[in-house]
């Protein structure tokens, strides 16, 4: 007789064994979920203590306000400098979804806010079609190279634009002399 055929007849004679192959398949499947689970477990505890943090919740540009959520990450996976308080506040850098906030990325409000440290910042008549807060600049008096430079404001027909305080006196001069040229650059 064909094997089968052979275990077909067997079962359908005595019931209880195929119950009972159900029920050692039930138990082994429940025991392979209840040991992937401990696994789970036990790599969440290997990370260690967890951590509130803000992340965005979309894509932020400079200067707009922070759209974020609180979140408990693993300590080992929160930056330095997370911001562990709701960060009402402006964007001073691109933010991308998802990405944890950090005090590097929160300014205070207004364009101020978006200043660098030890830089100061020109108005400069230019065409702001061609120009968003936070765009890096090559800033130029003529064919002279001026400094390093950062959109933090827009305005109809101007930028403002902040550059290392050093270079403050040819940037006023270039100015005065109405001789100020902006060039786009893709960072710092």
């Not at 052979?6 to 029920?23: E, K, Q, S």
């Amino acid at each position: 007789m064909h094997q089968l055929a052979w275990a077909r007849l067997i079962m359908a004679r005595h019931p209880w064994i195929y119950w009972l192959a159900i029920a050692v398949v039930a138990s082994l499947v429940s025991l392979g979920v209840a040991r992937a689970l401990g696994d789970v477990d036990a790599a969440r505890r290997s990370w260690g203590e967890q951590q509130a943090v803000w992340m965005a919740t979309d894509a932020i540009e400079p200067g707009d306000a922070i759209t974020a959520e609180r979140r408990n990450v693993p300590r080992a996976v929160a930056p330095p400098g997370a911001v562990t308080d709701n960060p009402v506040a402006i964007a001073r850098q691109r933010i991308g979804s998802g990405e944890i906030v950090t005090t590097a990325d929160v300014a205070a409000a207004g364009s101020a806010g978006l200043i660098p440290a030890g830089w100061v910042a020109f108005t400069v008549s230019a065409s702001v079609e061609h120009f968003a807060t936070g765009d890096h600049l090559g800033v130029y008096a003529g064919d002279q190279f001026v400094a390093a430079g950062l959109v933090v404001d827009e305005g109809e027909s101007d930028l403002v634009v902040a550059i290392p305080a050093g270079a403050a006196p040819a940037m006023a001069a270039a100015l005065l002399a109405d001789a100020v040229t902006l060039a786009l650059t893709n960072g710092p």
